[in-house]
């Protein structure tokens, strides 16, 4: 198995699940509703929609970067505004995440193993290579899985 093939099923794992950790990200939102995902039950802290966005911002972003392109997310783009709360927009927002993980998936899949040491467009740090971006987004979606997690429990007290 490629090293490529490797972390693609690693980012695949932290998204939908079969994480060795627990709860991937999804396992996380079902059962979700609208309410509960744009409620802010921790103060100064982003709600359950706020992260589903910016995760979703984030795997967008690393599809440009494998394509080449020197990515940053503007505040806005790092974490897009809730403006619609309703279920419709919800299961929208679900549906894109979705969506765009899962060609993050085929894209780190197809990645070739003879890159992975290649440096990310647009960076200047000489260790933010593919690996490092590939690695680091796992970390990236278990990082905020947990964080819905805990806004999940602040809710249901």
Known sequence: MSETTRLADQIRRAFDGDAWHGDSVLELLDGVDAKVAAAHPIKNAHSIWELVLHIAAWDGAIIKRVGGAAVELRDEQNFPPVKDT???????????????????????????????????????????????????????????????????????R
């Not at 890159?115 to 933010?128: A, D, I, M, N, W």
């Not at 970390?139 to 997690?149: N, R």
Request: hydrophobic share 40%.
């Open 86 to 156: 309703s279920e419709a927009a919800w299961r929208k927002a679900i549906e894109h995440a979705k969506h765009t993980h899962s060609e993050l998936v085929k894209a780190v899949a197809a990645f070739p193993d003879s890159r992975l040491q290649e440096r990310v467009p647009g960076k200047t740090e000489s260790y933010h290579d593919f690996f490092y971006t590939f690695s680091g987004i796992v970390q990236h979606e278990l990082y905020h899985a947990g964080q819905i997690a805990l806004l999940k429990k602040a809710q249901s």
